[in-house]
């Protein structure tokens, strides 16, 4: 919707809002031309390996669980080699925390810092003993490894190199991995699947060589490493944790207890379950070419047994998936001209895939989902935007709701936080557990730009359902959120002005926000300070409330972008702007619609420059997406696509569609979510741009044909 209708909408009754919001869909729709063909589109991506890739493993899962696995189909050949990926089998609630470090007091790592004339406190200190224990715990533990047992006719274990005809195929229509090989001259398959609701895992193994024992499944079960990551398993310590076997008839549960923790695996096979050693089983089906495990993963290890069948998990795993490519948006690129639309669009339709099993949960995700750990498996929130706007964008907001409750949860959290520093309202950590605690850092501490996030994914529910119900169950999140942020503002009265700093870190890291000069005034976080307090605002005219003037004044006289030599700064003092880390200066005009405060011509200037000698080596995946979207705004067609695909070391998308950063983070899936939300921008459009179906942020040149359903515009 434009701009007037948004304002129109505010008059109607919910229940015509939402035909209206309808029949602009349809007529956006409509503009495309012929119904795509989505079966066909998501076909062309099917993922296929014909060897061992270990820096880009598959992966299955729904949201709430995922399991990856190797050219086998399983987790048969770990590596922790650098730019190996660990292989995770992970779910939102696998948490631990190591008892020895819970000894210390969140207040030994506060530091006190001058804030316009008072005493601030703020975790920065990450080096002490105290720092470090309260920033590894908790920290995200696999639950087990599931692999491929692999025995040669000599008794001794597979290595990858004596498979043969290795193949694999990862239908993302389907969700089931079908994994064939040769092991001894014999054949092979593997069929992979997890259950689209249940932390559930089911494995079909037909082959020759089950029958002699020589093709089984091994179960093991490690300690938490509990380090930054990306390594999760510590299989040095099983005196650390037990695994009891506890059986009843045909039903078999393995109980875990992990010092304060305890889960259960629930086994069904038509095999045959032996312990090998402690925390470790074998499963066999002797006589029988044919092998069926599901393992079930429970939180709760006295939840009652639920027997699968891997049939049962593979027919739920097909109807969820092609529900899902059914619904929602899609885009096709295939009659375009441009050589480079099949690889724009392979990116596409894996991302929606990888941000479906792991960026779609019940809290926001880690930046490496549910594959692998970084940050000891913690949430960074200035990255939910990234991880999940695009949902609403694509026509799926039900999957950004999961997680966007979760601020409900963790409100009093951030209450502590905003009370602690003497600000009114919530502030929301940067680094955090499930609980909300803010995790120590010298950076993650100072950033501000996440503090707007709930406010913006607010407002894309108001959109997708625009009723009562939804003002009044996010109504809590935008008050409180819009109540820091204008406390947070500091009056310059000299300049007749509101200030951002100085003990802050933009979202371009590489300032020192402790230092006595401070960072004051980021461009990006400007706009989105004025865009977030402004919709505040008209949330409480929806509820039929007065506007908050504090709001409302603070929105109005929040500082100007500075302007040097013709480009926009990165922030408004000394050394305005350093060419590497993220230009975020950009996203001002391109996250963020036209709040008032930028010319687009500058901008335009600030995105060339940025191009012309950016250290491109120290960019993240989310930079080319947030440039591309600066680029649609300003009306530069052609650099829009260009930032997509800029060929720079950050900007890699590996064969699985995960975005590679570097070793220690393999796998980025902010990247995935921005790259998802800025094609939906750039095809449907944002408030104001027009007309529908024009895909304003691709040449009109012809080079490009961009047919889209079911896309929303972004704001």
């Known amino acids: 919707m434009t701009n007037q209708q948004d304002s129109l909408m505010l008059w109607l009754t919910p229940s015509v809002q939402m035909v209206v919001q309808f029949i602009l869909l349809v007529l956006a729709d409509a ?105 590894s715990n908790p920290h995200r533990f696999n639950l087990a490894r599931i692999a491929l047992r692999l025995i040669d006719s000599q008794g001794s274990r597979a290595e990858v190199t004596d498979l043969d005809n290795t193949s694999q195929e990862l239908s993302l229509w389907t969700g089931e991995a079908t994994s064939k090989f040769t092991f001894e001259g014999q054949p092979v398959t593997v069929r992979t699947a997890s259950h689209p609701t249940l932390d559930a895992l089911a494995i079909d193994i037909r082959s020759p060589l089950v029958a002699s024992g020589q093709v089984g499944i091994d179960l093991s079960f ?95 795993a097909s109807k969820h998936w092609e529900g899902f490519w059914l619904g929602g948006g899609a885009i096709d690129l295939s009659e375009s001209r441009d050589p480079r639309w099949r690889e724009l669009e392979r990116r596409i339709v894996l991302s929606q895939y990888l941000t479906a099993i792991q960026c779609a949960g019940s809290m926001p995700p880690q930046e490496t989902g549910l594959l692998c750990n970084s940050w000891y498996g913690k949430s960074h929130l200035e990255m939910h935007w990234w991880h999940a706007a695009h949902f609403a964008f694509w026509g799926r907001f039900e999957l950004l709701e999961r ?34 605690i803010s995790s120590p850092s010298e950076v993650g501490e100072l950033l501000v730009w996440q503090q707007p996030h709930p406010i913006y994914l607010a407002e894309l529910a108001y959109r997708d359902k625009p009723d009562a119900e939804t003002l009044e169950r996010y109504q809590t999140i935008v008050e409180q959120t819009a109540e820091f942020m204008a406390d947070y503002a500091h009056f310059d009265a000299s300049n007749d002005r509101y200030l951002l700093g100085p003990v802050l870190i933009p979202a371009q890291e590489c300032y020192d926000g402790r230092s006595a000069a401070g960072v004051y005034n980021p461009t990006f976080e400007l706009s989105y300070w004025r865009w977030a307090l402004q919709t505040a605002n008209r949330w409480r005219q929806r509820l039929d409330l007065p506007p908050n003037e504090h709001w409302k004044q603070v929105a109005d006289k929040i500082a100007k972008p500075t302007v040097r030599n013709g480009v926009y700064a990165a922030i408004e003092n000394a050394p305005y702007t350093r060419r590497r880390d993220h ?9 963020m619609p036209d709040v008032g405060l930028l010319d687009a011509d500058t901008m335009s200037r600030t995105m060339l420059d940025v191009e012309r000698d950016w250290d491109w080596s120290e960019t993240w995946g989310w930079d080319y997406p947030m440039m591309a979207m600066t680029a649609a705004r300003v009306g530069n067609r052609s650099k829009a696509v260009d930032y997509l695909l800029l060929d720079t070391p950050k900007n890699r998308y590996m064969m699985n569609g995960h975005c590679y950063q570097a070793d220690r983070l393999p796998v980025y899936l902010p990247a995935n979510g921005g790259l998802l939300a800025a094609v939906a921008m750039m095809s449907a459009g944002w408030d104001g741009s027009e007309p529908l179906g024009d895909a304003p942020g691709f040449p009109s040149d012809g080079s490009w044909s961009v047919r889209y359903e079911g896309l929303r515009r972004m704001p």
């Open 583 to 591: 230009p975020s200066m950009l996203a001002a005009l391109g996250v």
């Open 222 to 316: 490690a300690y938490p490493a509990g380090v930054w990551g990306p390594k999760v398993d510590n299989w040095e310590t099983p005196q650390r944790h037990t695994t009891e076997l506890k059986q009843v008839g045909d039903q078999i549960r393995l109980v875990r207890t992990l010092d304060a923790v305890q889960y259960a695996a629930d086994v069904s096979t038509n095999g045959h379950l032996t312990a090998n050693a402690p925390h470790q089983f074998a499963i066999e089906h002797l006589g029988s070419e044919h092998l069926q495990l599901v393992v079930h993963f429970h939180p709760e290890p006295e939840t009652d047994f639920e027997p699968l069948s891997v049939n049962s998990v593979r027919r739920a």
């Open 31 to 135: 503009t495309c031309g012929r119904e795509i063909d989505r079966r066909a589109l998501v076909d062309r991506h099917t993922v296929q390996y014909e060897k061992y890739t270990p820096e880009a493993p598959g992966q299955v899962g729904n949201g709430e669980f995922s399991f990856a696995f190797d050219i086998t189909g399983l987790q048969t050949f770990p590596s922790e080699k650098e730019g190996h990926v660990p292989l995770g089998t992970m779910a939102q609630w696998s948490w631990h925390s190591f008892p020895e470090r819970q000894q210390y007091q969140y207040r030994q790592t506060l530091r006190e810092y001058d804030v316009h004339g008072r005493k601030v406190s703020y975790a920065t200190d990450m080096r002490s003993e105290a720092a470090v224990a309260i920033r």
């Open 403 to 436: 997680s966007l409750g979760w601020y409900e949860e963790i409100t009093p959290a951030a209450r502590s936080i905003a009370k602690r520093q003497g600000y009114k309202g919530v502030r929301w950590p940067k680094m955090t557990g499930p609980a909300g």
